[in-house]
């Protein structure tokens, strides 16, 4: 008897994104971005060229309201999820808040001419507080929102990335808005000009937000748990790879906030034309979205560290370049604003993909896993590194001489700009670099670690399972197998387990039930194959297109510190993951012939556990599926290679594991010159080998394939399901 996987409709969590909800979506970020990044460029010189502060005093606002946007994102974080609706939990925030958002923008950047300097301070520093306060209960449900309307993880990479190339196009946009506004801040009417553009950008958020609110849809169930600042400042204490993560953050934040909040002078002073900044912000994005297009090969090749350092030395590069730039030299200052979008985009990357590497080490160190807790720390660190960079770009353009309002600034004013956006932004950005050289998970430990804990992971689920202390289910009798877990006591019988992974068109879905018989135990199909595949519609088949993996690639270019997707969806792919050790091991309980389900992972280590890996050449793993499918050469060529690599990216992502590595098996056989029956027998013979007293049991022999669950044994030719 085969235990077999039915096709059926998806449920609607993992049911494909319609392309309208997926545009709507972005909507809410384009919204986002309206309000958040006018505050973020051009609060400063709003600040000291309208409202006439200092720069100083203006520089202080920034900064300490940028720190209280990291507390605000801790309270959010902890209170959104609390909203039980017929909307949903996160959808009615974006209805409730957005419209006192809106309301706060619009005053933010109306200070009344008339009010007193002190007036004037308290007006700016309380209603930049309340609206980023109100940012907070805005953006964090809307960025978790991508991870509670899709668990199909194509969908979600759709999701994110659209929402970050939104994010940049916006502020684009903006600039090219906003920025020559700034010429001449002492033209008549110069803050009503201000109030009325605000109320434009108000009433566009404001309906974007509305139709975001309108069209998004809650079909993940609520996860479980919160997340526990005890238990997240404890395994902070023992988690080094974090923290120095965090201070490398905080280096690199300062720096870019630095550039964030006085670029505008520097367009408009140094390089001598405010409208130019269209052109500098939009060499920057693509910069940015170039170099996070390209992370994964980077990464790939020289590591995240070196990686995340290299992209550093990037940004440093552009920084320094900023100071040399001559008056009026605008190709010049494209080329530094590029570079500095390189460096941004790549560092931003490679900090969240190592921030996920980070609570792999917290749970192998602490056994406390906490994806939200590390998230919230790192977001908050980021956060303080913008306030400081905004209050230091502020207090040293003051600190040079800068005169708010002046139509001309002297020559120690001028210095003091490009100082500043270059010589102290570059050194802050190189000591992001020299802590970074510090980050002590390699690729190579990081993948001990990981398959340290997956040992550990099956060890507990069998404890659980048999109600017994995971410590029981260690076998301290290795006698040459090199197998460390135990599913049942060391000196019972352990019928027959043997795991198998094949690429497509390698024959393992017909050799697994022929092995299966052979060994007397049950045969375990994959959790989702060809053949159920085969039954939808080809669209949702091949939905790996190569505009779906660069989408997934700059997905984190431009992540925003206050939203807890990342941690979500990092906390979703653990309990899959848990769900599937569990389904794994009771699938097992009396031996059984397993395919696919990472079962050379979880299984790896397990006595009596042998696993196999089945390769063939391309041309013929081609061939066996045009045979099946009756697909042209191209298609099958396509499906084939399509298949092997999202089955691995699943892989990597609940595992963290290639299941390409050969070292991760006792044999790999090449089934393209030999039929099928016979690499089963030849698989069975290498087992009893090894395990010559695996025995199966009545249970397993009783669910062991019958004959006419068997392929034509005479056919070596025979296409494979898989």
């Known amino acids: 008897m085969t235990t077999q996987t039915k096709a059926q409709s998806a449920p609607p969590s993992t049911a494909k994104l319609p392309n309208h909800r997926v545009l709507t979506y972005t909507f809410g970020d384009v919204a986002n971005n309206l309000t958040f990044m006018m505050t973020s460029m051009f609060l400063m010189v709003y600040m000291t060229d309208i409202a006439g502060l200092s720069a100083g005093v203006a520089g202080m606002i920034y900064g300490v309201t940028k720190i209280w946007a990291g507390v605000s994102d801790l309270i959010a974080g902890q209170t959104v999820d609390r909203a039980d609706t017929r909307w949903g939990r996160l959808r009615p925030w974006i209805l409730w808040v957005s419209p006192i958002l809106v309301v706060i923008f619009v005053l933010l950047f109306s200070t009344p001419a008339g009010l007193p300097m002190a007036g004037t301070i308290a007006w700016i520093f309380l209603l930049d507080a309340a609206y ?232 192998w160190k602490t056994g406390i896993r906490s994806e939200g807790g590390s998230y919230s720390i790192l977001s ?153 595949l085969a039954q939808v519609d080809e669209k949702d088949l091949i939905s790996d297109s190569a505009f779906d993996r660069w989408m997934r690639a700059v997905s984190t270019a431009g992540l925003d510190d206050g939203s807890l997707v990342t941690a979500t969806e990092q906390s979703a792919n653990r309990n899959m993951a848990n769900t599937n050790t569990e389904n794994v091991l009771r699938s097992v309980e009396n031996g059984g012939v397993l395919l696919g389900r990472n079962g050379a992972l979880v299984l790896g280590d397990v006595v009596g556990a042998f696993h196999v890996r089945l390769v063939a050449p391309l041309e013929k793993r081609i061939e066996r599926v045009q045979a099946q499918t009756g697909l042209s050469y191209d298609a099958a060529r396509e499906q084939c290679l399509t298949e092997d690599r999202i089955r691995a990216e699943m892989a990597d992502r609940l595992y963290s594991w290639d299941p390409n590595h050969d070292s991760d098996y006792d044999m790999v056989i090449n089934t393209a010159s030999v039929t099928y029956e016979q690499v089963a027998e030849f698989i069975a013979y290498s087992f009893r080998s090894k395990y010559p007293e695996s025995k199966p049991n009545e249970a397993s022999l009783e669910a062991a394939p019958d004959e006419a669950d068997l392929p034509d044994k005479d056919n070596p030719m025979e296409p494979d399901k898989l």
Request: with cysteine.
């Open 132 to 363: 980023q306060l109100c940012y907070s209960f805005v953006n964090i449900p809307y960025g978790s929102l991508s991870a509670a309307m899709t668990q199909d993880p194509v969908d979600r990479s759709k999701l994110s990335g659209a929402r970050s190339i939104a994010s940049s196009l916006t502020t684009v946009a903006l600039s090219a808005v906003v920025a020559p506004q700034f010429e001449d801040t002492t033209a008549d009417n110069i803050r009503l000009k201000f109030t009325l553009t605000c109320v434009a950008l108000a009433i566009i958020a404001l309906i974007l937000y509305l139709i975001c609110f309108a069209n998004a849809r809650e079909v993940v169930p609520r996860g479980q748990g919160e997340i526990s600042l005890k238990n997240t400042f404890r395994m902070l204490k023992e988690n080094k790879p974090l923290i120095i993560l965090c201070l490398g953050a905080f280096f690199l934040l300062t720096s870019i906030f630095i550039i964030n909040a006085i670029g505008m002078y520097w367009a408009r002073d140094v390089l001598g034309n405010a409208s130019w900044y269209v052109f500098l912000t939009l060499a920057q994005t693509v910069g940015t979205i170039l170099a996070a297009s390209f992370v994964p090969t980077v990464t790939k090749r020289f590591g995240k560290r070196y990686s995340y350092m290299g992209f550093g030395f990037v940004i440093a590069l552009g920084f320094v370049l900023l100071y040399f730039v001559p008056p009026g030299s605008l190709t010049v200052a494209i080329v530094a604003w590029f570079l500095y979008g390189v460096g941004s985009g790549g560092t931003n990357a490679m900090m969240f993909s190592m921030q996920a590497d980070t609570v792999d080490y917290g749970e």
């Open 380 to 532: 908050f660190v980021r956060k303080v590194g913008q306030g400081v960079g905004g209050w230091l770009g502020g207090a040293l353009i003051g600190y040079f001489g800068y005169v708010s309002g002046a139509g001309t600034q002297s020559a120690e004013a001028l210095d003091g700009i490009r100082i500043t956006i270059g010589f102290v932004t570059a050194g802050f950005a190189l000591a992001a670099v020299l802590v970074m050289f510090f980050y002590p998970l390699t690729s190579a430990n990081h993948e001990a670690l990981v398959a340290d804990l997956n040992e550990r992971r099956t060890q507990s689920a069998i404890g659980k399972a048999k109600g017994v202390d995971a410590e029981q289910t260690i076998n301290k009798d290795y006698a040459g197998d090199g197998r460390s877990t135990l599913m049942r006591h060391q000196d019972a019988n352990h019928p027959p387990i043997v795991t198998l992974f094949g690429l497509r068109g390698s024959g393992a879905t017909d050799i697994g039930p022929i092995l299966a018989k052979e060994l007397g135990v049950e045969y375990i199909d994959q959790a989702f194959s060809s053949t159920e």
